[in-house]
């Protein structure tokens, strides 16, 4: 395959791979709600998904160079297949379960074999061949792709085309039958050499998955000899938290003010194509901004920033101060992604830059499973409200962990700075 039909393919997967996502956003909250589940059990329920990709993020993570991209990436969306229809089935907390944990194992799955794949095809044919394209032409089709899914699904929710199901179960629906054309396109367009068929392969997944503790521990021991890197770790649990209150309080908050979820569903589509598009812009933003103020003040910046968002989220008494608070919230955190990564490059290095990144993730995973433990019962017992401005007051905190990385940053020559930041 050449580097230009491997880009081709790069982009037709990513978008049959994120359409979906943009179909169900909201909608994965409010389907639970309108089938009776409480916010605590919501809490549960995604829990499940975050435990499931944290246990298994490391020890699959191999998998995909063992037993190749291809297989590995047919397999996961197969299992997303499965979820999805179970999870638009469920009637009872434990169907949503079950299906929330097979989400999990899709999820860790999914994360990296297509990407990997297109990195080691498009160089295969061309060594010279300048992926930083592909895989930014890459991340706007994802984008794209999100914020075109939420503007369907809110038009499918308003429209209620099939009567015999609910307006949200439309929106579902049609999600599944995408998904299935993405493992269809994934079976077809992905091309690669059969490299594993010897046994090995099988081999050498297994050893990744034992290498696995010895991983977490290099890790561990990692954060333990740098403190600069052990608090930008530490800034993802808060972060997290403050996630929660945006990503999964906030379409049922916006439920209660508009009277149904429903009417929630119809209208959080148009708002997160509106919000996907602010978070663009403002990655791009930060951009210039660390230019001017430098990258750890942008980030100290924008966490702080986020953080009275969220929480003006929770004091709004109206779903346009709701909206306009949601966006501002996602405008941010577009700008807060970029800086947080370029400060995590600064402390890794060339052997441990995927470790180091991965325990981030891990991180973040395992906060914001946890959040949504303690949160969701807090809002079931208080208010939704309520929930979501301890989650802001409680991501604010976070801001205190840059202060390392700022004066790591004032001793470190500009030259160098902007050398690794490149």
Known sequence: MTADAARRTLLWLTVTRWFPVGLTIGVTTLLPLERGLSLAQIGVIFAMQGFVVLGLELPTGGFADALGRRPVLVTATAVALVSAVLFVTAQTFAAFVVAMLLQGVYRALDSGPLESWYVDTAQADDPDVVVADGLSRAGTALGGAIAVGALVAGGVIAWHPVRALTALENAYWLAIAFHAVNLLATAVLMREPATHVDGRGVRRALASARQAPAVVAGGIGLLRTNR??????????????????????????????????????????????????????????????????????????????????????????????????????????????????????????????????????????GAFSLGMLALGPLAEATSTATGIVVAGTFSVLGAALYLPALRRERAMPAVRARAIDA
Do not use: K, Q
């Open 228 to 365: 600069v890197l052990l608090a930008l770790v530490g800034v993802e649990v808060f972060w997290s938290v403050g996630m929660i209150a945006f990503e999964t309080l906030m379409p049922v908050r916006l439920s209660e003010l508009v009277g149904g979820e429903a009417r929630a569903g119809a209208l959080i589509g148009p708002v997160s194509a509106a919000a996907w598009g602010l978070f663009a812009a403002g990655s791009a933003g930060a951009a210039l901004l660390a230019r001017r103020i430098g990258v750890t003040r942008t980030a100290i910046a924008s966490s702080v920033a986020r953080a009275a968002a969220v929480v003006v989220m929770g004091l709004v008494a109206g779903p346009v101060g709701l909206v306009t608070a949601f966006l501002v919230v996602y405008t941010l955190h577009g700008t807060g992604g970029p800086v947080h990564a370029t400060l995590l490059h600064r402390e890794a290095e060339a052997h441990n830059r995927t470790t180091v990144l991965s325990i981030n993730s891990m991180v973040a995973g």
